[in-house]
């Protein structure tokens, strides 16, 4: 538990959520501010900040929490689609520093485009390749 941080105090019960799912090491609920109905984030029960300083183990855990969830939202919701994503630190977008996958419900022509991607010069993806490839 971080006593300054919103996540913690909504699992501790301190501020009320809309809670759909938890299990012994996560715990899902809905968004706030949604970008369609059934938004939700699914976060550890143990404070960690982002995807860096979680371990492995419970990010898993987290990732098999979102995969439930986003058959929920289709079955239930009848979503035509789903987007997963994570914000890690400021520049990423991450607002609320206690680790979080969105699961978030997509309709046919729901507005929503996804971010516009680039195009390599010459050369350069073989060597972002060489750079980052283990
Ligand atoms: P991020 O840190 O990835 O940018 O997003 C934080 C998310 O948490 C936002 O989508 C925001 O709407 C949601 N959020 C922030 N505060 C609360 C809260 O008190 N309750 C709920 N249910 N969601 C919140
Ligand atoms: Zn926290």
């Not at 984030?41 to 990010?59: C, M």
């Amino acid at each position: 538990m971080n006593e300054n941080c919103i996540f913690c105090k909504i699992i501790n019960g301190d501020i009320p959520c809309a809670m759909i799912y938890q299990d012994e090491e996560t715990f899902a609920f809905l968004d706030i501010n949604p970008i369609n109905d059934g938004h939700t984030l699914i976060i550890p029960k143990h404070h960690h900040e982002n995807i860096f300083s979680t371990p492995s183990d419970i990010f898993a855990k987290m990732a098999i929490t979102a995969q439930k969830i986003a058959k929920r939202q289709k079955e239930i919701l009848g979503a035509d689609g789903i987007n997963i994503g994570m914000n890690n630190e400021p520049d990423a977008g991450q607002v609320v520093f206690h680790a979080h996958i969105h699961v978030m419900p997509r309709f046919k022509n729901d507005g929503y485009d996804l971010w516009k991607g680039k195009t390599y010069k010459e050369g350069e993806i073989e060597k972002i390749q060489n750079k980052l490839k283990f």
